[in-house]
């Protein structure tokens, strides 16, 4: 046919158009289980199958072509009405989707249809040719109430005797492709078909190559700059002329830096279009019934915000069919509809995209969740007592809430609540949950439209200007003269402030940026005492922390440019802006701030519950303590202050390294400590029980080791007053806790007691 | 929708099909025989190119498409006075012998079953009587 490079024009159109087209499918087949008889869906379903198939024999695709035929034949009998559609068939087609796709890929990449057998799908699909369904029989989703019955019977009556009427296939609206069409047409057909066929006949719209859109940011963003250096030479000067025209640049520029703000604009419903499939069948494979229903697809966000939260979408959707809508017979026993209802809505407000994704399922129950993060040391019992029915919810996004043994293979390993909460956090926006138990639950979220332009607080620090997005500014604190010596305080080498009674750990930013190694250590003098000390109260993760500068400016818009190749592996800084006066200043990751000043540990081992404040007053201790009970009922705890982690290991995970019990914990093994070994008189567990073990583990200067205990009563804050009487190996007294006696255990001497060297490299406890 | 050297020269081919794949492959082969081609996605668009111009040497059309699809174009350009003598070939898959009878007995000229070489495409032109490079 035509020539060599013609040709791959042709196989990029076939590429791309195929693509598209499958995306419409997946969609369309779904849409088809819910409405079989849908004349308009299935000649659709037909034509995109035919299409791909005629194109196959002029490119030599002949496994696609074969695959491709047998669709056909299937999709024929359908449209025609001499089959039905049914469960069976539906899933049979979308693998026959996914094997398109699969090959697909295999084009693009190798530019042949790939070396996979297709033979058992072949025959799946021929089989079904020849199933012979009645027509009567439909897609499991039954309707629940009688008079939907009766408006699906009467829609489905109609449509036939529409058909009756027709020659030809009745007129089916044009496919809307998710992407933009290729089709350039500056000038338009000219044509007046009449509004009524539908909208999307004359496609305005061009493909662009994202680089170059990218391009053409940067070059807006320099314009801005450029316009902002004249603007600055127009104050001084009288030329009317040159000022009128400076204002026209002025103008154009704003409106050229918009648009081109526009172009990267996209809908949502580009990452929501595949949610149905995905919902389908995963619900299918848990056996639960639920329908998706979206609403707001044109609602339209940035290029890069829409693949930042992609993911944690995906997430939530598969949490909401695995955890949140319970299956059909729990359902109906509790007069819910045997079908759930998964709504996911997205639109406009406030300068800001909203997604709400609600489910009519369980709910989420406020006591469990406290439970589990009593259980996971996540707070404190006086905390968890302290909180609102809404903040026991937002638990669920501490990190350590869900563990990852937990994970199914459903809701994907590693992806908790938290990972969402951090990805839509990280590009400026929040999430948060409501829910009622035993109706369902509603999740928001909250995006800045661009992550071009931010509000962003100006700060100064060493002479120099930073930007701090506003989003993760809480408050502004000035300490004046005597307060800003005395305000400080000094825990445990860090410095603090106490803040309305919290502790607010201080990160000085001058110390920071001038390259503050690993350890904190001790602040920089400060020049002179009483001078004016400026803290910014910033949220990072999950805690709160202060950044001092020196100086806090306005609060302005900034564009948010890229950082250069040198200084992209800096960890403190997330861009760079120009400012007005045309000099740049560098835009603080408040994150990585606060990483770098030890204010927020590296994710995985996050210590437990808030830092102990020790006030020293003679014997009585105000501590954060661990409560744990012996076989026999005997009460002991131990200082939460060195404790890492609680986990549980399942009995059989033991294993023997020696004459140590071990079990193997995050990539390394763990020596087990049994108290009964260690302390006098302290009973052995019982040996045959099927109950996981539980331990507490202790982690220094990256060692560990696991205290095995029987039973976790609490975490209690309380003052302890320690009687220090007889003293026995392993316990450094006993007190008053919660109305009982309790043994304080000596937790340094006990681990010491079966490794001596446990705390060698690091500060003796 | 003309494509060509500027100064407006007549559409010499059209060809309606819905998949912009096959209207590339077919583009670039009718230019390789010399013809300025012009583009529609379906039978309506079609029309509306065929009556906003002049007439073009050869429609070459698909038969399943969205909106208005070949057959019941063929019955539209045969039943339009404007259009008469008009040369169309349905091209496409649809190989059943009663399709191709339906095809013809609606007035097509010429039928081409895809996949075709560019030899086969040539035979056809030359039955039509249609010139080409």
């Known amino acids: 046919m035509a020539a060599a490079d013609d040709m791959d024009e042709v196989v990029k159109e076939f590429l791309v158009e195929s693509h598209s087209n499958l995306d419409q499918l997946d969609r369309d087949l779904i849409a088809l289980e819910k409405d079989p008889r849908s004349h308009e869906i299935l000649a659709n379903v037909f034509r995109t199958i035919h299409t791909i198939k005629g194109s196959c024999g002029f490119l030599g695709y002949g496994r696609l072509e074969s695959v491709a035929h047998v669709g056909e034949n299937l999709l024929s009998r359908l449209r025609d009405g001499r089959l039905g559609l049914n469960t069976e068939m539906t899933s049979a087609l979308l693998a026959m989707v996914d094997a398109v796709r699969k090959m697909l890929a295999s084009i693009e990449e190798s530019g042949g249809d790939g070396e996979e057998d297709y033979a058992a799908l072949i025959a799946r699909l021929n089989a079904l040719q020849t199933s012979l369904v009645p027509e009567s029989e439909v897609a499991p989703s039954v309707p629940s109430e009688p008079g939907d019955a009766a408006a699906k019977a009467d829609r489905s009556g109609r449509r036939r005797a529409r058909r009756a009427s027709d020659e030809a296939p009745p007129a089916a609206p044009a496919t809307s492709a998710e992407a933009p069409n290729l089709f350039d047409d500056p000038e338009g057909i000219g044509l007046d078909l009449g509004s009524e066929r539908g909208s999307t006949l004359v496609e305005r719209t061009v493909r662009v190559d994202v680089g170059l859109l990218d391009k053409l940011m940067n070059l807006a963003g320099e314009l801005v700059l450029a316009r902002n250096q004249i603007l600055q030479f127009s104050i001084s000067q009288h030329d009317a002329g040159f000022i009128a025209t400076s204002q026209r640049l002025n103008l154009i520029t704003t409106e050229l830096q918009e648009g081109v703000m526009k172009t990267r604009m996209q809908p949502i419903g580009n990452i929501w279009s595949k949610f149905p499939r995905v919902v389908r069948d995963l619900a299918l494979f848990c056996g639960k019934q639920i329908r998706i229903e979206m609403e707001g697809r044109d609602t339209e966000l940035d290029k890069t915000i829409i693949e930042a939260i992609r993911d944690p979408l995906t997430h939530l959707v598969r949490n909401a069919v695995d955890h949140g809508i319970e299956a059909p017979e729990v359902r109906r026993a509790a007069g819910k509809p045997a079908e759930g209802r998964l709504f996911m809505r997205a639109f406009h407000e406030g300068g800001q995209v909203n997604i709400k994704i609600s489910d009519d399922g369980g709910g989420i129950d406020p006591e469990r969740v406290k439970q589990r993060a009593l259980e996971r040391g996540l707070v404190t019992a006086e905390q968890a007592g302290r909180l609102s029915e809404r903040e026991l919810l937002s638990l669920i996004f501490l990190p350590g809430f869900s563990t990852a043994s937990k994970v199914t293979s459903l809701s994907g390993r590693g992806v908790g609540m938290d990972v969402v909460r951090t990805n839509v956090e990280k590009i400026g926006g929040a999430v948060d949950v409501q829910s009622l138990l035993g109706q369902g639950t509603i999740i928001n979220i909250k995006i800045p439209l661009t992550l071009a332009i931010i509000p962003a607080l100006i700060v100064t620090s060493g002479g120099e200007r930073y930007a701090i997005p506003q989003v993760s500014l809480l408050e502004l604190v000035r300490l004046d003269g005597e307060q800003a010596c005395s305000g400080i305080e000094m825990i445990h080498g860090a410095p603090v402030y106490r803040l309305r009674g919290n502790l607010l750990p201080l990160v000085y930013l001058d110390r920071e940026l001038a390259g503050g190694e690993a350890d904190g250590g001790t602040p920089a003098p400060r020049r002179g005492g009483g001078e004016t000390l400026n803290i910014v109260v910033l949220r990072a993760d999950d805690r709160q922390f202060g950044l001092v500068v020196e100086g806090v400016s306005d609060t302005e818009e900034i564009v948010v440019k890229p950082l250069g190749q040198q200084l992209k592996g800096i960890s403190v800084f997330a861009g760079a802006t120009i400012m007005g006066d045309g000099r740049v200043s560098l835009i603080l990751d408040v994150v990585g701030i606060a990483q770098r000043g030890h204010v927020v540990s590296a994710a995985r081992d996050r210590a437990l519950a808030e830092e102990a404040v020790t006030i020293d007053d003679g014997h009585a201790e105000r501590q954060t303590l661990l409560v744990l009970a012996s076989a026999d009922g005997r009460r002991m705890a131990v200082s939460l202050s060195m404790v890492a982690r609680l986990e549980e290991f399942p009995r059989d995970a033991v294993e023997r390294a020696g004459r140590q019990h071990v079990v193997q914990y995050r990539g390394e093994i763990l020596p087990l400590i049994h108290l009964a070994d260690v302390l006098d008189g302290c009973p052995s567990p019982a040996t045959d029980s099927n109950e996981p073990l539980r331990v507490v583990v202790y982690t220094e200067a990256g060692r560990s080791v696991g205290l095995v205990v029987d039973r976790i009563l609490d975490i209690v804050e309380d003052t302890v007053t320690l009687q220090r009487g007889v003293s026995r190996r392993g316990v450094l007294g006993s007190a008053v806790i919660q109305h009982h006696v309790t043994e304080l255990l000596d937790v340094p001497r006990i681990i010491r007691a079966v490794d001596a060297t446990f705390f060698d490299n690091s500060a003796a406890a | ?133």
């Open chain 2, 1 to 133: 929708m003309t494509e060509g050297p500027p100064g407006g020269q007549v559409v010499r081919a059209l060809v309606i099909d819905d998949s912009s794949a096959m209207r590339t492959l077919l583009r670039r082969t009718l230019r390789e025989l010399g013809f300025d081609v012009g583009e529609a996605k379906h039978g309506l668009e079609g029309l509306a190119c065929l009556r906003g111009g002049e007439m073009p040497a050869i429609v070459l059309v698909d038969w399943n498409m969205p909106e208005m699809g070949g057959l019941e174009f063929v019955r539209a350009v045969r039943q339009d006075e404007a259009l008469k003598g008009l040369v169309v070939m349905m091209v496409t898959t649809e190989s059943g012998a009663s399709q191709v009878e339906a095809a013809l007995s609606a007035g097509a000229n010429e039928y081409l079953m895809k996949p075709f070489t560019k030899d086969a495409l040539v035979e056809k032109l030359e039955l039509l009587g249609v010139e080409h490079r």
